[in-house]
């Protein structure tokens, strides 16, 4: 199937514009979006006018119209260690035995690090610490334990010699301590994302695998250009890539992908299944706004197959 074909923007993109932050802010993107209750929370990365990055909270009946917190949200942390910084970012939100888990960027000042908070109401957030070394983002936590253990995938970089731009495996028993390292994917000789690559929302269980949504970056005479791509994982060994296409699922094209803070970027957060197989996938867009796709979940999987 063609990609053009499988992944749809919503005729009202951008949903969320700098504008419908409460307050006003410089912009709102890169952000995670899930199912909660009735309707669907988010955390929002939203740049203040002082250009650092906080997480705000917000509520939504149908996905599409929402209500952000005027005020970034607050953590209880019992570790001064390991509290949050004030650049918070690029969150990914996964439901997992009924809490919801918040992985996101914290940068300190000696670089960014993978930080995890968990909530069960959105409301109260508990600090779980800062998870990695830095430099190191694009954290994501698998939706259920793989081999008895909580899963992540993550992206170290920090120049060729410490394997910049690709995406590592790690596990853990706690959600503290990790280990078993293990490269995922990079590059690997695409040319839309030959620069670099990252993981984007939770992946998806499917039979056909674990289906992750990623992003990729192509170095290009105008500067970075940020695609979205998909591929599947082995269920069993995350750490294998079963079916990647060459063939990325959805680049910039439209004016608020084209125009922004950080033009030409499509970078994927949130990829929400609902109930009739239909996946919202919510990206940000030239690290600007936020905007809506939608695909078939068979769809996807078969794009990654090379099937339709």
């Known amino acids: 199937m063609p990609c053009e ?19 006003g802010c410089n912009s709102i993107f890169n952000s995670a979006v899930v199912h909660f209750g009735k309707g669907y929370a988010g955390v929002f990365r939203v740049e203040h006018r002082d250009k650092r990055s906080r997480l705000h909270v917000g509520r939504s009946d149908d996905g599409i119209q929402w209500a952000v917190c005027r005020e970034p949200l607050r953590f209880d942390c019992k570790d001064p260690a390991s509290a949050p910084a004030n650049h918070l970012y690029d969150p990914r939100i996964t439901a ?14 000696y670089g960014s690090v993978i930080a995890l908070a968990e909530t069960k109401d959105f409301e109260t957030f508990r600090q779980i610490g800062n998870l990695s070394t830095p430099p190191n983002r694009n954290g994501v936590l698998f939706p259920e334990k793989v081999g008895g253990r909580y899963a992540r995938l993550e992206r170290p970089f920090g120049g060729p010699e410490y394997a910049a731009g690709e995406v590592w495996y790690a596990e853990s028993p706690d959600l503290v301590h990790w280990g078993r390292f293990r490269r ?8 839309w994302c030959g620069l670099k690559v990252g993981a984007g ?26 695609s979205a791509g998909a591929l599947l994982l082995d ?12 063939e990325y699922l959805l680049a910039p094209n439209q004016p608020y992908e ?20 239909e996946v919202k996938v ?11 796709a939608t695909a078939r979940l068979d769809d996807l999987v078969d794009f990654c197959l090379g099937r339709g």
Do not use: S
């Not at 919510?282 to 809506?292: E, F, M, Q, V």
């Open 5 to 23: 074909t499988v992944l749809k923007r919503y005729d009202g993109n951008p949903i969320l514009r700098p504008e419908d932050v409460p307050g």
């Open 96 to 109: 997992l035995d009924g809490t919801w888990y918040v992985m996101y960027a914290n940068l300190l000042r």
């Open 282 to 292: 919510y990206y940000g867009a030239a690290d600007t706004c936020i905007a809506l």
């Open 258 to 277: 084209r125009t922004g803070d950080v033009p030409n970027v499509v970078f994927p957060c949130a990829a929400v299944l609902e109930p009739d197989g």
């Open 235 to 246: 269920l069993e060994e995350p750490w294998n890539v079963r079916a990647r296409p060459a």
């Open 184 to 191: 995922v994917f990079g590059p690997d000789g695409l040319f």
């Open 201 to 226: 929302p939770a992946p998806i269980r499917t039979d056909e695998g674990w289906l992750l949504l990623y992003h990729g970056v192509q170095d290009t005479a105008q500067g970075n250009l940020y």
